[in-house]
């Protein structure tokens, strides 16, 4: 199964479990590692689940992590 994460989320996910590569040709362990994070942001209220216009389920990063991001951003520019 394909797994469908918006840019930003996968950014984030590759920062979490170091590089990885392209999420969608990993083997199966890395793919359920991969979940198991996609999970983790989605506890902190930091991914979410959404089905796309075709009905399949889609991950993207929340408005809160977007928020947190735009904020680390700055402190990181303000430095």
């Known amino acids: 199964m394909k797994l469908r994460i918006d840019k930003m989320l996968k950014f984030w996910v590759n920062a979490e479990l170091g590089t990885i590569g ?8 890395e793919k359920r590692t991969v ?3 996609l999970q983790e ?3 902190q209220g930091y991914a979410r689940r959404r089905l796309d216009e075709k ?3 889609r991950w993207e990063a929340t408005p809160a992590m977007r928020k947190y991001l735009r904020e680390a951003e700055l402190e990181a520019s303000d430095e």
Do not use: K, P, Q, Y
């Open 22 to 29: 392209d999420i969608n040709n990993l083997e199966a362990d």
């Open 35 to 37: 979940r198991v994070a």
């Open 41 to 43: 942001f989605e506890n």
């Open 55 to 57: 009905g399949r389920v």
